[in-house]
């Protein structure tokens, strides 16, 4: 069943989980909330003001559900794959594939890093994101033994 308001469409059960779960929420922030759980855009000022109450996260126009109401709404992993996973977990998988097999490619380090970025960034950030935890893991955890068109990581051997 769909609920029609002003020509665009909200999902009914989330809404009534939303309202059913937090009784002090008004029908704006449900449907703004709505909006924001289908990735469709809101202006600043709804942004600004779901934030100051805890009910999203992100910056535009990535914004997504809080913690707080991805649990209200059981959607706890889809919460925890729009946060991304923290750098020093995507660090230490890029470390224990060198530890498994003695160095890694490029290739192996996007194959690891980029399937576990927040799915909001594009193909371009997460490529410059994951550019940024290796220059970050280089000189201190691995260096490169390979060439810069092919490079080839390897452990520092002081680790």
Do not use: C
């Not at 991304?84 to 290739?107: C, P, Q, W």
């Amino acid at each position: 069943m769909v609920l029609e308001i002003y020509g665009h469409s909200i999902d009914e059960n989330y809404s009534k989980l939303l309202i059913e779960k937090k009784d002090d929420l008004e029908l704006t922030e449900v449907i703004l909330l709505d909006k924001v759980q289908k990735s469709i855009p809101i202006t600043d000022e709804a942004a600004r003001m779901l934030k100051r109450k805890g009910f999203i996260e992100g910056r535009k126009p990535n914004y997504f559900i809080s913690a707080k109401i991805a649990e209200l709404t059981n959607q706890k992993a889809e919460y925890t794959r729009n946060k991304g996973l923290n750098k020093e977990v995507l660090m230490s998988f890029v470390l224990k594939h060198i530890e498994n097999h003695g160095y890694a490619t490029r290739d192996e380090i996007d194959d690891l890093i980029i399937p576990n970025l927040p799915p909001h960034l594009s193909e371009e950030q997460k490529r410059y994101k994951t550019n940024n935890i290796i220059q970050e893991m280089s000189g201190k955890l691995i260096h490169n033994q390979g060439s810069r068109t092919k490079p080839k990581w390897v452990l520092l051997k002081n680790n």
